[in-house]
T-cell receptor
């Protein structure tokens, strides 16, 4: 079993839809959670970073963490064609290695 | 956010030659940088942790003599793919951590012919 599970998609939605992306994890030591957006042939771009259970909002993006269920989500409101990309969840523990464990990534397509 | 610059963005080399990829933190000092490899439609695979002033720590299965990592300063880490072969063709990405957030370079697409 992978430490982090993420549905690879692809997920296709119409423009303006609310998108829900999810990851589950098995390691209770994970304390820091991140969402990255990666366009084709580009490096990942940090979208959201959280370290506690609950919600964090930034513009059209909301990150949600439920440590009791080992489940994290990223919601995108009013999705745009420019949001079409691969979304990667990542997480790490509090040790000093700073190593990130990534999900496999979900490919999102927002149709005009 | 912090800026990590990676160079070159793409490179084509002949089989048997070596290729060097640079990763720079532009507006902060990074004592630790990471090198990843990514195959098409797959997630990032951590290759090694690059530590300033000391030897890199390689993940299991990564050949340290094949992928030479040097972290000579607090703003520069380099990955050299030695005696490259077509199977080394891939997308290589570096990252650096600022406090607890990780920022990535633009990636380098290596094609070995």
């Amino acid at each position: 079993q992978k430490e982090v599970e993420q549905d690879p998609g692809p997920l296709s939605v119409p423009e303006g839809a609310i998108v829900s992306l999810n990851c589950t994890y098995s390691n209770s030591a994970f304390q820091y959670f991140m969402w990255y957006r990666q366009y084709s042939r580009k490096g990942p771009e940090l979208l959201m970073y959280t370290y506690s259970s609950g919600n964090k909002e930034d513009g059209r993006f909301t990150a949600q963490v439920d440590k009791s269920s080992k489940y994290i989500s990223l919601f995108i409101r009013d999705s745009q064609p420019s949001d079409s990309a691969t979304y990667l969840c990542a997480m790490r523990s509090m040790d000093s290695s700073y190593k990130l464990i990534f999900g496999s990534g979900t490919r999102l397509l927002v149709r005009p | 956010g912090a800026v990590v610059s990676q160079h070159p963005s793409w490179v084509i080399c002949k089989s048997g030659t070596s290729v060097k990829i640079e990763c720079r933190s532009l507006d902060f000092q990074a004592t630790t940088m990471f090198w990843y490899r990514q195959f098409p439609k797959q997630s990032l695979m951590l290759m090694a942790t690059s530590n300033e002033g000391s030897k890199a720590t390689y993940e299991q299965g990564v050949e340290k003599d094949k992928f030479l990592i040097n972290h000579a300063s607090l703003t520069l880490s380099t990955l050299t793919v030695t005696s490259a072969h077509p199977e080394d063709s891939s997308f290589y990405i570096c990252s650096a951590t600022v406090y607890t957030e990780a920022f990535f370079g633009q990636g380098t697409r290596l094609t070995v012919v």
